[in-house]
């Protein structure tokens, strides 16, 4: 594997197929590596140089560049729009928990997250603030409450799912058709969904390949682009290919990936982020207690500054 490969870490599941058919039909160089436990673990590995890239959850970047306590200079900005539509998360527990009935039974319950700082537990405090379950720890105090007993971190899907059904964690979220096999088969029980209210994925750089100068990291992005813009029409050309590749080489039924297909839309330009996105994410997540509130300007600062003036293009102009 040559050294000069962008090194791009992904999530080995059904959004991926772009990905696959950028490499395999239209020139992607890249070394692709995947990241079952999620989001997460690409910034822990993208903050330590392992990846150059990162392709992943919308809140979960977010997230990472927001808080109070973010390392140094971050470690990455968000670059381009990989996935344009919401995420259904789905919100599973043990198939043999009779005392979880619904959502509401949810409350102060332990949560299981892949990783601190993952989709599944910032979408765990989305959840809580939908619900109404967030409360001031102190009357002195602006900061929330927990509104779960435990976020008993667990790594991955699989983890995940075992824990629901020993009892370390009473309930997780993660992807709907993701998790649909395991309703099928009786492992794993569904509560309830939640969606995203923003588009669900985003593309990330390093900031230390951002800082390459305009002959290595810009050029490099671009060309990363294209290939991506390709693999994404690819996918929407060849709808029979993507089933066949999900169905086989991934962990979905030919049904479950059809059904999936229908609820999915990837941007056909992958380049740039639109800043209202970035925004509206932190005012929610500030609203949720993970990030730390601000007013619009703050809020406008601090979205701007996750992003790379010049390089992508951003929009709306």
């Known amino acids: 594997m040559a050294e000069s490969q962008i090194r791009i870490g992904f999530v080995p599941e059904?959004?991926?197929?772009?990905?696959?058919?950028a490499q395999k039909y239209y020139g992607?160089?890249?070394?692709?590596?995947?990241?079952?436990?999620?989001?997460?673990?690409?910034i822990t590995a993208i903050r330590a140089g392992e990846i150059d890239i990162g392709i992943g959850l919308t809140e979960a970047w977010v997230a990472g560049l927001g808080k109070?306590?973010?390392?140094?200079?971050?470690?990455?900005?968000?670059?381009?729009?990989?996935?344009?539509?919401?995420?259904?998360?789905?919100?599973?527990?043990?198939?043999?928990?009779?005392?979880?009935?619904?959502?509401?039974?949810?409350k102060g319950s332990k949560i299981g997250i892949s990783r601190l700082g993952s989709g599944s537990q910032v979408m765990g405090y989305v959840l809580a603030d939908q619900q109404g379950w967030l409360s001031p720890s102190s009357s002195s105090s602006p900061s929330w409450a927990p509104p779960y007993s435990d976020f008993v971190v667990l790594q991955n899907f699989a983890n995940l799912r075992a824990a629901v059904n020993d009892g370390t964690a009473d309930f997780f979220m993660w992807e709907h058709f993701t998790s649909k096999r395991y309703y099928d088969s009786g492992e794993i029980r569904r509560v309830g969904e939640i969606y995203t209210p923003w588009s669900s994925w985003k593309i990330v750089a390093s900031t230390a390949l951002l800082q390459q100068g305009a002959a290595g990291g810009p050029v490099r992005l671009m060309d990363l682009f294209a290939s991506l813009d390709r693999g994404v029409r690819h996918f929407e050309d060849h709808r029979d290919e993507a089933v066949e590749y999900i169905s086989t080489a991934l962990d979905y039924s030919a049904e479950d990936a059809r059904e999936w297909l229908a609820t999915v839309r990837f941007a056909s330009k992958t380049e740039g982020v639109d800043v209202g996105v970035i925004t509206k994410c932190i005012a929610v997540l500030q609203k949720a207690g993970v990030l730390s509130e601000g007013d619009a300007?703050?809020?406008?600062?601090?979205?701007?500054?996750?992003?790379?003036?010049?390089?992508?293009?951003?929009?709306p102009a």
């Open 68 to 106: 109070d306590d973010v390392p140094g200079d971050g470690g990455y900005r968000i670059v381009g729009t990989y996935v344009e539509t919401p995420l259904c998360w789905a919100i599973s527990t043990g198939a043999k928990r009779p005392e979880i009935e619904s959502v509401a039974s949810l």
């Open 297 to 315: 300007a703050q809020t406008e600062a601090l979205a701007d500054g996750m992003l790379v003036k010049g390089l992508a293009a951003q929009f």
């Open 14 to 21: 059904h959004f991926s197929t772009p990905i696959h058919f």
């Open 28 to 42: 992607l160089d890249a070394k692709l590596i995947p990241f079952p436990s999620g989001t997460g673990h690409m």
